[in-house]
C-alpha cells in the first residue's frame, strides 16, 4: 500500500463551485499533517496544516480524522486562481521528512 | 516576507559530472532539507539536516550525494558523478522547528543530464 494515497484527478469544476479533496495514510503513527499546492513547474507553497480538530482558512476548510488515516480539503467559491496541483503531505515526526501524495489537479473554469 | 532561494535556476550537464546546487534557507529556521521531483511525478524526500549533521536520508541519496552547510548560510547538494536519472527538479525546505515544523520550499532547480 503507498503511504500517502489521493483521488486521482483531474477535478474540472466551474467558477463558484465547491470541491472536495481525499487523502488517506498508512502509517498510523504520522504526526503532522498539511496541505499544499503547486502550479505547473513551481515549487509546492504550503497551504495549510492540518489540526486534529480540524481548520479553516478563509474558503478552505481541513478535516483530519486519525482513526480512518485519511485527511481532507474542501474549497468553497472556488476562484481561477484555485486550479493547481493539491498535494496532500505528512509527517511521521516533527522536523522529518516529508512524504508527499502524488497530487490531485484541479482545473477551476470560467 | 522571509523566503527560500536556490541558484542556479537551471543546470545543464553531462553525464558523469559534478554538480552543486546552492540554496540560501529562510535565516532563523533551524532544519534544512532537499527534496527533488521527476518530471511528471511525486515529489521525493532527499535528506534532512539538523544541527550541522544529517537528520534522516532517503533510499535515494547514496554515496554520490552530499550536503553542506559551508556557512552561516548556504545550503548545499552535491552530486558527484551524475546520472541520466538524477534529471528532475531539486527543491530545497526549511523549518523554523517549532508548531507543526511547516516546510517553507524554494523554486527549485532544475538539472539536466545529458
Known amino acids: 500500500r503507498k503511504e500517502v494515497e489521493q483521488d486521482p484527478g483531474p477535478f474540472n469544476v466551474p467558477e463558484g463551485a465547491t470541491v472536495a479533496f481525499n487523502c488517506t495514510y498508512s502509517?498510523?503513527?504520522?504526526?503532522?499533517f498539511f496541505w499544499y499546492r503547486q502550479d505547473c513547474r513551481k515549487e509546492p507553497k504550503l497551504l495549510m496544516s492540518v489540526y486534529s480538530s480540524g481548520n479553516e482558512d478563509g474558503r478552505f476548510t481541513a478535516q483530519l480524522n486519525r482513526a480512518s488515516q485519511y485527511i481532507s480539503l474542501l474549497i468553497r467559491d472556488s476562484k481561477l486562481s484555485d486550479s493547481a496541483t493539491y498535494l496532500c503531505v505528512v509527517a511521521n515526526n516533527y522536523g522529518q521528512n516529508f512524504v508527499f501524495g502524488p497530487g490531485t489537479r484541479l482545473s477551476v473554469l470560467p | 516576507e522571509p523566503e527560500v532561494t536556490q541558484t542556479p535556476s537551471h543546470q545543464v550537464t553531462q553525464m558523469g559530472q559534478e554538480v552543486i546546487l546552492r540554496c540560501v534557507p529562510i535565516?532563523?529556521?533551524?532544519?534544512f532539507y532537499w527534496y527533488r521531483q521527476i518530471l511528471g511525478q511525486k515529489v521525493e524526500f532527499l535528506v534532512s539536516f539538523y544541527n550541522n549533521e544529517i537528520s534522516e536520508k532517503s533510499e535515494i541519496f547514496d554515496d554520490q550525494f552530499s550536503v553542506e552547510r559551508p556557512d552561516g548560510s548556504n545550503f548545499t547538494l552535491k552530486i558527484r558523478s551524475t546520472k541520466l536519472e538524477d534529471s528532475a527538479m531539486y527543491f530545497c525546505a526549511s523549518s523554523s522547528g517549532t508548531g507543526y515544523y511547516e516546510q517553507y520550499f524554494g523554486p527549485g532547480t532544475r538539472l539536466t543530464v545529458t
Open positions: 502509517n498510523s503513527a504520522s504526526q503532522s
Open positions: 535565516s532563523n529556521h533551524l532544519y
